[in-house]
């Protein structure tokens, strides 16, 4: 994790902030977080588990903080205090006249019982800088503290994370809380870091403001409700339906019209003035039964009642009349469908969604992405992602290709995961912090193409309107989580709950 030696270095060395003073910050940020949060009401045990080094000093720092607040504590440490140096040994010499039990960890039965009986355990045992195996007496307490029943809090990273990819060593941390230091650290947003990370708090400790400047290699950058102001998604009094968005949507085959009508009703319920759906023409009473709302085209159809080719004049009319397109959903493979999307591809002027088995026509030939006249994304699966790069086997797509991509075609690829991962065309990479487990159900992919589609229609020049619309389909899921849980989510719920997760956006021009 290189890029936060880089962000110390400059505090310290450039700035001139002394590095014990960023760790008394630390220190009471996470303390001042637990008291906002509630967790030291009644009477809480806390132990504090402290390892060599920066890490540890945070430690000692903490359970200093928790005294003072009358908190019940006691501090295990890994190094004996004739060990310490620096930063660390100036706040362990703070510890000496408190009311608080420090001792060294001997590995006893009674140190271990006071783990696996404490209501709070804070982690700070191993820091950014680890690599290797965990050693003794590490895994020791690792183990106990995930063996505990107690409330977990991890100072900047649980111990066992490492890198930028969210690699994580065994035995690892399964912390519920992780307050990361000044800024959230890039490892915990992947999995199986992000699992064993829990809800992750980023706090101010002091860093001067433009610390991430000074950072060599690439910033990743995780998405907030405070980076969509209503402001930026309004609507004039005087809109209609011809100038609030119109979308165009190719899809559907036999078998597969729910993914045309999720994404074309997505799209309805994002807010689009006038949502078309062109499918072939056995599926179209299916379709207008299903949505009073949604127009619908009547297309010509191969005998496997796919889309046929000479569809094409039709399609380009629509394409022409929309403000955006999205092609993809419930397609199907047959020959001439395929041949439909790269003729799209190629010839379509407005922005454009490619999603499901458009994806597929492209595995075979992506460098037609070139010739695209108009903005693109790309919604792919890791698994659909892998087809697109011809990599197979037993791996999961990163970030890193997803940007090498984004950046080699021009267009803007959104990989769908845990979490999603939006590259933009220059690169810029931004982790979405919405959605939860739930959304692994057939059909959230056709909904998330319908609600990039509406909104990127309705604000088209709105720089950040493709980060909006992955924040606002994870809102959505989320908003059902208390009634659906995770097994329960299907896509229609994500469908049904855009209004509430749009409801504060729209309103008139501020």
Request: aromatic share 6%.
């Given at each position: 994790?290189?890029?936060n030696?880089a962000v110390?270095?400059?505090?310290?060395?450039?700035?001139?902030?002394?590095?014990?003073?960023?760790?008394?910050?630390?220190?009471?940020?996470?303390?001042e977080h637990?008291?906002?949060?509630?967790?030291?009401?009644?009477?809480?045990?806390?132990?504090v588990?402290?390892?060599?080094?920066?890490?540890?000093?945070?430690?000692y720092?903490?359970a200093?903080?928790?005294?003072?607040?009358?908190?019940?504590?006691?501090?295990?440490?890994?190094?004996p205090?004739?060990?310490?140096?620096?930063?660390?040994?100036?706040?362990f010499?703070?510890?000496?006249?408190?009311?608080?039990?420090?001792?060294?960890?001997?590995?006893?039965?009674?140190?271990s019982q006071?783990?696996?009986?404490?209501?709070?355990?804070?982690?700070?045992?191993?820091?950014?800088?680890?690599?290797?195996?965990?050693?003794?007496p590490?895994?020791?307490l690792?183990?106990?503290?995930?063996?505990?029943?107690a409330?977990?809090?991890a100072?900047?990273l649980p111990?066992?994370?490492?890198?930028?990819?969210?690699?994580?060593?065994?035995?690892?941390?399964?912390?519920?809380?992780?307050v990361?230091?000044?800024?959230?650290?890039?490892?915990?947003?992947?999995?199986?870091?992000?699992?064993?990370s829990?809800?992750?708090t980023p706090?101010?400790?002091?860093f001067p403001?433009?610390?991430?400047?000074?950072?060599?290699?690439?910033?990743?950058?995780?998405?907030?409700?405070?980076?969509?102001p209503k402001?930026?998604?309004?609507?004039?009094?005087q809109?209609h339906k011809?100038?609030?968005?119109?979308?165009f949507i190719i899809?559907?085959?036999?078998?597969?019209?729910g993914?045309?009508?999720?994404?074309?009703t997505?799209?309805?319920?994002?807010?689009?003035g006038l949502?078309?759906?062109?499918?072939p023409?056995?599926l179209?009473?299916?379709?207008e039964?299903?949505s009073?709302?949604?127009?619908?085209?009547?297309?010509?159809?191969?005998?496997?009642?796919?889309?046929?080719?000479?569809?094409?004049?039709e399609?380009?009319?629509?394409?022409?009349?929309?403000?955006?397109?999205?092609?993809?959903?419930?397609?199907g493979?047959h020959?001439?469908t395929?041949?439909?999307?790269k003729?799209?591809?190629?010839?379509?002027?407005?922005?454009?969604?490619?999603?499901?088995?458009?994806?597929?026509?492209?595995?075979?030939?992506?460098?037609?992405?070139?010739?695209r006249p108009?903005?693109?994304?790309?919604t792919?699966?890791?698994?659909?992602?892998k087809r697109?790069?011809?990599?197979t086997?037993?791996f999961?797509?990163?970030?890193?290709?997803?940007?090498?991509?984004?950046k080699?075609?021009?267009?803007?690829?959104?990989l769908?995961g845990?979490?999603s991962?939006?590259?933009?065309?220059?690169?810029?990479?931004?982790?979405?912090s919405?959605?939860?487990?739930?959304?692994?159900?057939a059909?959230?992919?056709?909904v998330l193409?319908?609600?990039?589609a509406?909104?990127?229609?309705?604000?088209?020049?709105?720089?950040?309107?493709?980060?909006?619309?992955m924040y606002i389909?994870?809102?959505?899921?989320?908003?059902?989580?208390?009634?659906?849980?995770?097994?329960?989510?299907?896509a229609?719920?994500?469908?049904?709950?855009?209004?509430?997760?749009?409801k504060?956006?729209g309103?008139?021009?501020?």
């Amino acid at each position: 994790m290189a890029a936060n030696r880089a962000v110390d270095d400059y505090a310290i060395k450039t700035r001139g902030i002394s590095g014990s003073l960023l760790m008394q910050n630390a220190g009471d940020a996470l303390v001042e977080h637990m008291a906002q949060q509630g967790y030291l009401k009644n009477s809480p045990v806390v132990v504090v588990l402290s390892g060599h080094g920066n890490n540890g000093g945070d430690g000692y720092v903490i359970a200093n903080g928790l005294v003072k607040r009358g908190v019940s504590v006691s501090l295990l440490t890994v190094s004996p205090a004739n060990g310490l140096i620096g930063d660390a040994l100036i706040h362990f010499n703070k510890l000496l006249n408190l009311d608080i039990t420090v001792e060294t960890w001997r590995n006893s039965e009674a140190q271990s019982q006071q783990i696996l009986d404490a209501d709070i355990i804070v982690d700070a045992l191993l820091g950014t800088g680890i690599s290797g195996q965990i050693r003794a007496p590490y895994d020791t307490l690792i183990n106990l503290s995930n063996q505990s029943k107690a409330l977990c809090i991890a100072v900047d990273l649980p111990s066992g994370v490492i890198g930028d990819q969210g690699e994580t060593l065994e035995p690892c941390i399964r912390a519920d809380l992780t307050v990361s230091m000044g800024f959230g650290k890039q490892g915990c947003l992947f999995e199986p870091a992000r699992s064993s990370s829990g809800m992750v708090t980023p706090v101010e400790i002091g860093f001067p403001g433009d610390s991430l400047d000074h950072v060599s290699g690439e910033v990743l950058w995780q998405n907030e409700e405070a980076d969509f102001p209503k402001s930026k998604y309004s609507r004039l009094s005087q809109t209609h339906k011809y100038t609030a968005g119109k979308v165009f949507i190719i899809a559907g085959s036999k078998g597969f019209t729910g993914a045309a009508l999720l994404s074309s009703t997505a799209a309805l319920r994002s807010g689009a003035g006038l949502v078309r759906l062109a499918i072939p023409k056995s599926l179209g009473p299916i379709a207008e039964n299903h949505s009073l709302e949604t127009v619908i085209d009547y297309l010509p159809e191969t005998e496997s009642l796919g889309i046929a080719l000479t569809a094409m004049p039709e399609l380009q009319h629509g394409c022409d009349w929309a403000d955006t397109v999205v092609i993809g959903p419930g397609l199907g493979r047959h020959p001439e469908t395929m041949e439909i999307v790269k003729k799209i591809v190629k010839a379509s002027k407005q922005p454009l969604v490619i999603d499901a088995d458009a994806l597929f026509a492209l595995s075979d030939e992506p460098s037609i992405l070139l010739a695209r006249p108009a903005p693109t994304i790309l919604t792919p699966h890791a698994g659909e992602f892998k087809r697109l790069i011809h990599l197979t086997g037993d791996f999961t797509p990163s970030w890193k290709d997803a940007q090498k991509f984004a950046k080699e075609y021009g267009v803007a690829l959104l990989l769908k995961g845990a979490p999603s991962v939006l590259v933009m065309p220059s690169g810029k990479v931004i982790i979405n912090s919405t959605g939860y487990a739930g959304m692994a159900t057939a059909g959230s992919g056709d909904v998330l193409s319908g609600v990039i589609a509406s909104l990127w229609s309705q604000w088209k020049d709105e720089v950040d309107v493709l980060n909006f619309a992955m924040y606002i389909h994870g809102h959505a899921a989320e908003i059902n989580r208390p009634q659906k849980g995770v097994l329960g989510l299907i896509a229609s719920d994500i469908v049904a709950a855009l209004p509430e997760a749009l409801k504060e956006y729209g309103g008139l021009p501020i």
